[in-house]
């Protein structure tokens, strides 16, 4: 069915599923009393097992698979992916990893049988993702995106998101420290999707990348005004119950991921979708086109 040209589409994707359990219950209570639509599981996760037997009870919840290269342990034998782990058999933290990725240190054919491994563990549970994204956007990295993209089709799964802020209203109310990460994966995704080959469907817009993680009510209600009409838009959020580990108000702390749920499951978040007239979404439905 196409879409209609007066109602504004809207997938809300909550990253890191499979990480941890106070990740994976906000998620899944989000999705049955908010306007969460989608999640993306990470088989790296700690958590991993339970959200895929949850996920199984929950066929409305669309499912991605978050493409994870750094903080985790790996999928594959550690002897496998030997460029892509440290001496503990772990992944680097992300500024190491993404500056051994810049400078070519990370072996392709490495990142890519582990990102398969990822995607495969993720089928084998009997699931059927309907998009790749990346933990912390390494996916767009154009290095290794069309890669990606390419392991994606190889697994059926026609979609992926396309991490970029192309809006001068995607940065207000956000840290100024925050933007020239974010104009970055923006060059860096927009590379990805030139030089990738495959026909890969994406949203229209990516909406909350430079709130990452700090997303409350106020600016939701903002954002949902300014979708656009025809279009399918992606909301990025990270809810949890505020139980994990990690100081409060730190960096996609705890308090702020649990002010992330509390937004996506306030009552006022639905009636704004009603009255700007969104109808929400997977990207099941962007890959029908």
């Given at each position: ?13 909550a990253?890191?599923?499979?990480m941890h359990?106070?990740?994976d219950?906000?998620?899944?209570d ?12 990470a ?6 097992a ?5 996920a ?17 342990r790996?999928?594959s ?31 392709k054919?490495e990142?890519a ?5 990822q995607?495969q563990?993720?089928?084998?549970e009997?699931l059927q ?9 390494l ?14 089709r190889?697994?059926g799964?026609?979609?992926a ?14 840290p ?8 970055f994966?923006?060059a860096?995704?927009?590379a990805t ?35 656009e ?8 959020c ?19 991921r649990?002010?992330e ?10 009636a ?18």
């Amino acid at each position: 069915m196409p879409l209609d040209p007066a109602t504004r589409y809207l997938i809300v994707n909550a990253d890191d599923l499979g990480m941890h359990a106070s990740f994976d219950g906000a998620i899944f209570d989000a999705h049955e009393r908010g306007i969460l639509t989608s999640a993306s599981l990470a088989a790296t996760g700690t958590s991993f097992a339970a959200a895929c037997e949850r996920a199984r009870r929950t066929w409305t919840l669309g499912l991605g698979v978050h493409l994870v290269l750094h903080d985790e342990r790996p999928v594959s034998d550690p002897a496998r992916v030997r460029t892509l782990v440290g001496p503990d058999g772990r992944f680097p933290g992300l500024h190491v990893q993404l500056r051994r990725l810049l400078l070519g240190r990370l072996d392709k054919d490495e990142i890519a049988r582990e990102w398969n491994a990822q995607i495969q563990k993720v089928r084998d549970e009997g699931l059927q993702p309907d998009h790749i994204d990346g933990h912390c956007h390494l996916h767009a990295m154009p290095s290794i995106g069309p890669l990606a993209h390419h392991l994606a089709r190889q697994h059926g799964i026609r979609c992926a998101r396309a991490s970029e802020a192309t809006r001068l209203a995607e940065f207000r109310g956000t840290p100024p420290g925050r933007w020239p990460v974010s104009l970055f994966i923006t060059a860096a995704s927009r590379a990805t999707w030139a030089l990738s080959r495959q026909a890969m469907a994406r949203p229209a817009r990516f909406v909350g990348m430079v709130k990452s993680g700090d997303l409350d009510l106020a600016w939701l209600l903002a954002a949902l005004e300014r979708l656009e009409p025809g279009k399918v838009s992606e909301l990025l959020c990270h809810p949890s119950l505020g139980v994990e580990p990690g100081e409060p108000w730190g960096d996609h702390g705890p308090a702020r991921r649990r002010r992330e749920y509390e937004a996506l499951v306030d009552p006022r978040a639905k009636a704004a979708l009603a009255e700007a007239r969104v109808e929400l979404a997977t990207y099941a439905r962007l890959a029908r086109g």
